[in-house]
């Protein structure tokens, strides 16, 4: 009987390195709220895996510092100024993305807002703006890339981010 140590061969088949299965080269992310935190955060770890990136955010000077930073990690990227709680906005953005890269494979749904407020105490316009923005908005851009890029190329992949805080509530 000869006992060897079992071969480790993952659902990809033996000696598939990491960086190859996390390899994004040739393709489009779209990340919304991308200018600052875990959005630029996002748009760097595409960017470092080879994607071509497009960061979304409402203020032009945010846009302007994450290009520079992109730029400056080597990762192509677009910036477009775009307030998504303006819904009329979104095929815009899809429009820049499209015109200039020519397809859309990962949209990083990561822009949102609060309002901070007991709920017997929250204004109508704060919840009308955090519904917009949060739920709305995500809804109306995947829509958007789904029928522009996704569905007529059959391929792509949509990530939501949410906040942890609302899971907690207010104390």
């Not at 071509?52 to 032009?60: E, L, M, S």
Request: net charge positive; hydrophobic share 45%.
């Amino acid at each position: 009987v000869s006992w060897r140590k079992p071969r480790s061969v993952g659902p990809w088949g033996e000696g598939v390195s990491v960086r190859k299965l996390l390899d994004l080269s040739g393709k489009v992310a779209v990340v919304t709220g991308g200018s600052r935190g875990i959005g630029l955060q996002m748009a760097e770890g595409l960017g470092e895996m080879g994607a071509r990136v497009a960061v979304t955010a409402r203020k032009q000077g945010e846009l302007d510092e994450a290009r520079a930073h992109l730029d400056g990690m080597g990762i192509e990227c677009l910036t477009v100024a775009a307030d998504l709680g303006m819904h009329a906005s979104i095929p815009g953005i899809v429009d820049a993305v499209m015109a200039r890269w020519g397809q859309i494979d990962i949209l990083v749904n990561n822009a949102g807002t609060n309002w901070a407020a007991p709920a017997e105490d929250y204004p109508d316009d704060g919840w009308r703006k955090v519904m917009s923005l949060n739920v709305d908005a995500q809804f109306f851009i995947a829509r958007e890339v789904g029928r522009r890029s996704m569905i007529p190329r059959r391929s792509g992949k949509i990530i939501n981010i949410a906040s942890i805080a609302g899971l907690y509530g207010n104390p």
